[in-house]
């Protein structure tokens, strides 16, 4: 499939009369015929090709004047993995619309994070999109109030404040355009599916849509092996860990299931849950594309035997892109064991406590401006680690060094190696797990050198580097395999 900016019609239409569920999220098909749009995967009969028209976003079939399918939900589908491929202005723009910033901070707000004039974010959306950052912004409102209905006994006036709406009409005018039901419609249509909970106010549990095939051991077990006491946690089946969010905080659990993650989130407000959703898809990196990513590294050879015996392995990437810097530099040069001890010590006496009445999460992970905060003397690790702890800590404590979803993945690389400690190692980790650069490498990496010596791959740095660019972009993805040759706790999903 060619880029969202030049949809190819010829293959449009062959996904969509092979109902192929891959290309769910990368383009919408509106029918002239019925004035609904769909997913490629709808599986009603497919309309003829003269009565398709091919749209990039949801929002660009709402504004062109169509509604939601009933059968299929395109909004339900997974988002594009254009917007984790790139790096430019439209990708992160819509990394940061995903984080809710439009319903925060307006266009203007949007267009001040991206270093760009209004005028010219809107445009390069518009060109490429078919819509521009209110109506993209307004097409996740709709699906984040049909969530909201369809999941919750809540009132509709609280959806329609927790789903980013201004005023109660406008929720209803866009459910009523959109889905071609009012709420209380939608609402009824369901009362099977609704999942209220167990009572706890502010509780919902949701699916979170994959394409697949998703190999969950090396995505959970790395999360599991890692994890932060009293941040987060392997509990009856899910990884849960506390969140902190634009208006509030919250707790979430996910749990692998063949077809979806079981996803339940309990928040302090509402209003977050479309910032929530969005952070834990791009924790467990939901929006990629598999298959684009096993067929080029299946084409190295000594790849393709890891690649052909667990297939769709994901990058595990994180909530908190500051958090996980942090972290990065506690892991440098110790075990998983004493990077978790380090990092507990710091949850415990710099965290924000909080309840968690199922289970053992006590603290939001420190803030940066918390740790900033730190007497260096205190901290148990070399002299040199503290220098580069204190240093990273105040640069994003005081805004010098900013790393988010709408980050220059080039421009954040070079601020982080002009960091002391900072190395090719750190930097990359970081540019993988925490900025989300799917062709970020680790030719340094002890495992990764000892996954490649076994392999027969080059083992030193600098010829595994040339072998690795016809795996071009997906090194990350490289990496994953590589390091699950070893027996390490990350590699297994938790019993």
Not at 148 to 159: G, V
Not at 209 to 214: D, E, M, Q, Y
Not at 409 to 416: D, G, I, Q, S, V
Not at 420 to 441: C, K, Q
Request: glycine share 6%; proline share 9%; hydrophobic share 40%.
């Amino acid at each position: 499939m060619q880029t969202a900016t030049h949809l190819d019609r010829e293959h449009c239409v062959r996904a969509v009369q092979s109902k192929d569920a891959r290309f769910d999220g990368w383009f919408y098909t509106a029918v002239l015929t019925t004035g609904i749009y769909c997913r490629p995967s709808c599986p009603v009969v497919p309309p003829k090709p003269e009565n398709m028209t091919f749209h990039p976003s949801a929002a660009a079939c709402q504004q062109a004047g169509f509604r939601a399918c009933k059968r299929c939900r395109p909004d339900t589908s997974p988002g594009s993995p254009e917007w984790n491929l790139r790096a430019d202005l439209v990708a992160r723009a819509m990394r940061l619309i995903a984080d809710g910033v439009v319903d925060r901070e307006g266009v203007p707000g949007l267009a001040a994070r991206l270093g760009y004039s209004t005028r010219q974010v809107e445009r390069q959306l518009l060109a490429e999109l078919g819509a521009g950052p209110l109506a993209l912004a307004r097409a996740q409102r709709a699906q984040t109030a049909r969530l909201l209905i369809e999941t919750t006994a809540l009132p509709m006036a609280e959806i329609a404040f927790a789903a980013g709406f201004s005023s109660i009409r406008t929720f209803n005018d866009t459910v009523r355009e959109v889905f071609a039901l009012s709420p209380s419609e939608l609402r009824d249509r369901v009362p099977a599916r609704r999942a209220p909970g167990d009572g706890t106010p502010g509780t919902l549990s949701l699916r979170l849509p994959f394409r697949a095939p998703l190999n969950p051991s090396n995505l959970f077990g790395h999360l599991a092996a890692t994890a932060v006491p009293g941040v987060e946690e392997w509990r009856d089946g899910a990884y849960r860990r506390t969140l902190r969010l634009p208006y509030g905080h919250g707790i979430v659990a996910l749990t692998p299931r063949p077809d979806h993650i079981a996803c339940r989130l309990t928040l302090s407000d509402l209003r977050d849950l479309p910032v929530a959703i969005s952070r834990c898809r791009r924790l467990l990196d939901l929006d990629a594309d598999p298959v684009a990513v096993d067929d080029r590294l299946r084409t190295d050879p000594l790849l393709a035997p890891l690649v052909d015996e667990g297939p769709g392995r994901r990058v595990p990437r994180t909530v908190d892109e500051a958090e996980f810097a942090v972290r990065a530099v506690l892991g440098q040069q110790v075990s998983t064991a004493a990077a978790r001890t380090h990092a507990a010590r710091l949850v415990t006496s710099h965290g924000k406590p909080l309840d968690d009445p199922e289970g053992g999460l006590t603290h939001l992970f420190p803030s940066p401006e918390a740790l900033a905060a730190v007497d260096p003397e205190t901290l148990a690790m070399p002299r040199t680690r503290r220098t580069t702890f204190t240093t990273l800590v105040r640069q994003l404590a005081d805004g010098t060094l900013h790393l988010g979803v709408e980050s220059d993945w080039a421009e954040a690389r070079a601020r982080l190696l002009d960091l002391p400690g900072f190395g090719p190692w750190t930097v990359d980790v970081i540019a993988m797990r925490a900025l989300g650069d799917p062709d970020a490498f680790l030719p340094t990496d002890l495992g990764i050198r000892r996954a490649a010596g076994a392999l027969g791959l080059p083992s030193t740095p600098a010829a595994l580097t040339a072998r690795a660019e016809a795996w071009r972009p997906w090194r990350a993805y490289a990496v994953q395999y590589l390091w699950a040759t070893d027996s390490h706790p990350i590699n297994f999903l938790p019993v």
